[in-house]
C-alpha cells in the first residue's frame, strides 16, 4: 500500500472515533542563522517550531532569526553537544551520562540555561533537549529540581510529568537514517514511525496524550528529507482529525501529576 494512504487511513481511524491525532515538531543543533534554517523556518510556519539550540555553540545571528519568526520557541540542546561517554565500549554518545559526575553537568546545564536566557529572552523555554538523546535517568531528578520545566527525548514516555511542574513531551518521528552518514530513510519507513505511534496511541499502548513528534536535524537534511518533510506537514494540515501543537509553553506546562 501507497504509505501516504497508510498515514491517510490512520488519521481516517482517528476521525472515526471522534479523536484529533495531535504532532508537534522538533528540530536539534541549532547554532546559528543560514539558508537550511531559513528553509525550516518557511515551512514550519503552520506547524511550529521547538528549536533546541545548543548554549555553548550558539551565535547572535540566531537570535537575529528567532526573534523574527514567532511560531518558533527555543529549547536547551544539552550544554556543547560534546560527547563525554569512554571510547570503544560501545555506549554511544552521551554529554548528559554519569561519565564526569553529576555536578559538572548540572553546572553546565545551569550556564546554558543562563546563557540562553540572556540570548533569548521569551522566546526560551526552560526544556532541556538531551544531545543524541540520551540522558542518565538519575539527572532527570535534580534537573527537574533545578527549576527547568520539562525534558525532551525520544520515543513514547513514560509518563507525563514524573515531578511536578516538569513535563516529558518527546519525539517519535526522525526521517534521517544516521548510520554511514545522514540520508533520508524513506518514506515507507518514516510513515511507518509516525503510524505506528499513532496507532498505538489510538490504542491505548502508549501515552495518547502524548502528542506525536516529528525531530528533524536543519543541517543534515538531504533534499529527500526536506520534500518529504515538506510534504507531510502538508498532509496533515488538509486533514480534519489531525493538528499541530504550536504552543511551547502550554505543551510542557499540560503536563502534571
Partial sequence: MDPWKTLDNELDAWADGGQTADFWWRDDDAISAGPQL???????????????VIPAKAEQSLVEVVQAAPHVRVAQHGYAHTNHAPRGQGLGAWELGMHRGEKIILDELDLGRQ??????????????VPPWNHIDPVLVAPIAARGFCGLSRFGPRDCAAP?????????????????????????EKTIGNLVEHLKA??????DAS?????????????????????????????????????????????ATI
Fill in 38 to 52: 531559513d528553509r525550516l523556518l518557511a515551512i514550519t510556519e503552520t506547524t511550529g517550531l521547538l528549536l533546541a
Fill in 163 to 187: 515531578y511536578a511542574n516538569f513535563a516529558l513531551v518527546n519525539s517519535h518521528c526522525d526521517p534521517i537514517r544516521w548510520k554511514n552518514g545522514a540520508v533520508f530513510k524513506g518514506e
Fill in 201 to 206: 496511541r489510538r490504542t491505548g499502548v502508549v
Fill in 115 to 128: 546563557r540562553l536566557e540572556s540570548m533569548f529572552s521569551d522566546d526560551y523555554i526552560c526544556v532541556v
Fill in 210 to 254: 502524548e502528542p506525536t513528534g516529528y525531530l528533524t536535524h536543519h543541517l543534515d537534511l538531504d533534499q529527500d528529507g526536506w520534500a518529504f518533510s515538506e510534504r507531510l506537514l502538508k498532509r496533515i494540515n488538509r486533514h480534519p482529525a489531525a493538528l499541530w501543537r504550536k504552543d511551547f509553553n502550554e505543551l510542557f506546562r499540560g
